[in-house]
């Protein structure tokens, strides 16, 4: 017995170590670094501090490295040190980053992210928003009102603001601000785009009833609350290279009574009904839907459950 799972256990390696086609991309192996935010920029832009962080994965011979959650705009990113990609001055960084992937043999990946009402919160090692004067001009320190889908805050403590309900003109800039965040992506040679649309952030918060309580077609029935993600999803296949994989990480449930479900998760990806395929990701020249554990929704906290980040951001050392 003990032979046959070691037999297994080879077969298993020699596959994770064999390469992974992707429309016009082959990955030299199926490793995957998944996104992780760094809370180390400045004005979105990347620096030193990101080009070793990834790239140190490469030279481990991972075969995908994707770049953390990347505000597609300025009021996007979940704290004043996230990566953005809302204007062009902020491509040459990451593309000297895409290049030292590339260099070492790995893909590189960007995931393309909007917070919602989960934006503006505090950097994760700092006592809440306690930069000094000194240090707000250092770290480039900015705070701002959230948008959401509705006006529900995202949970009653420290760290979270009431944001504004996005009408319809918003949400066009926004599925704009990610067709544009996907050509810059483009321009800075990344491989596989990413869209966040899990973990309780913007496009999961129209998804979900918990946070979505619009009476528009943005809201209400479950299609409704689908359009945005499809939308979104269309406009940045649209705007990225044909041959170039796009994936969108969502969260599989919310975690709590009335939210998201694993169903709404299936006719989302488009499995469920011919109907429903119609207007799935899937039609919309998706590559690789990537559903993960439950949104950090206020619901799913308060029941006990992990939440997706936690512990580890607020391990980190205060550089
Ligand atoms: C420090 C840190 C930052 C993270 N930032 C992001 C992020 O930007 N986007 C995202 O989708 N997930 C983020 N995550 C979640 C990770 O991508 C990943 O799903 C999680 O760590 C579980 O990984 P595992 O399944 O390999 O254990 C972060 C996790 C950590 C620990």
């Known amino acids: 017995m003990q032979g046959c799972a070691l037999l297994q256990q080879q077969n298993l390696m020699s596959q994770l170590f064999s390469p992974f086609p992707l429309r016009g991309l082959t990955l030299r192996n199926r490793t995957v670094v998944a996104p992780m935010c760094q809370y180390s920029a400045r004005h979105g832009v990347a620096n030193d501090w990101h080009l070793v962080h990834l790239g140190r994965f490469a030279i481990g011979g991972f075969g995908l490295v994707i770049l953390e959650a990347t505000g597609v705009t300025p009021e996007g990113r979940i704290s004043y040190g996230d990566l953005g990609l809302w204007t062009d001055e902020q491509i040459p960084p990451l593309r000297r980053i895409v290049d030292f992937l590339h260099q070492e043999g790995a893909a590189a ?5 909007h917070a919602g ?24 320190f900015e705070a701002w009102t959230p948008v959401a889908p509705s006006a529900l805050i995202h949970a009653d403590k420290p760290g ?5 309900a996005l009408d319809e003109a918003g949400i066009s800039a926004l599925i704009a601000a990610f067709a544009d965040a996907a050509r810059r992506a483009e321009a800075a040679g990344f491989d596989v785009v990413e869209i966040h649309a899990a973990h309780g952030y913007l496009l999961n918060q129209f998804l979900s009833p918990l946070a979505n ?3 528009d077609r943005y809201g209400g029935s479950r299609e409704n609350r689908m359009r945005l993600v499809l939308e979104v999803t269309e406009a940045v296949r649209a705007a990225w290279p044909a041959d170039k994989p ?3 990480r969502i969260s599989a449930v919310d975690g709590s009574d009335g939210g998201w479900t694993l169903e709404d998760s299936i006719v989302l990806a488009g499995s469920s009904s011919p109907a429903a395929s119609m207007r799935s990701t ?5 590559r690789w839907l990537r559903p993960e554990g439950r949104a950090a929704l206020p619901g799913a906290a308060r029941q006990g459950r992990p939440q997706q980040r936690g512990a580890d951001h607020r391990r980190r050392p205060h550089r």
């Open 117 to 140: 009402r989960k934006a503006s919160t505090p950097i994760p090692w700092r006592n809440g928003f306690d930069e000094t004067e000194a240090e707000k001009a250092e770290v480039a």
């Open 282 to 286: 899937a039609r919309r020249g998706l």
């Open 213 to 215: 309580v619009r009476t």
């Open 109 to 113: 990946g960007i995931q393309l992210a």
């Open 160 to 164: 979270f603001t009431a944001p504004t």
């Open 246 to 248: 796009l994936f969108v």
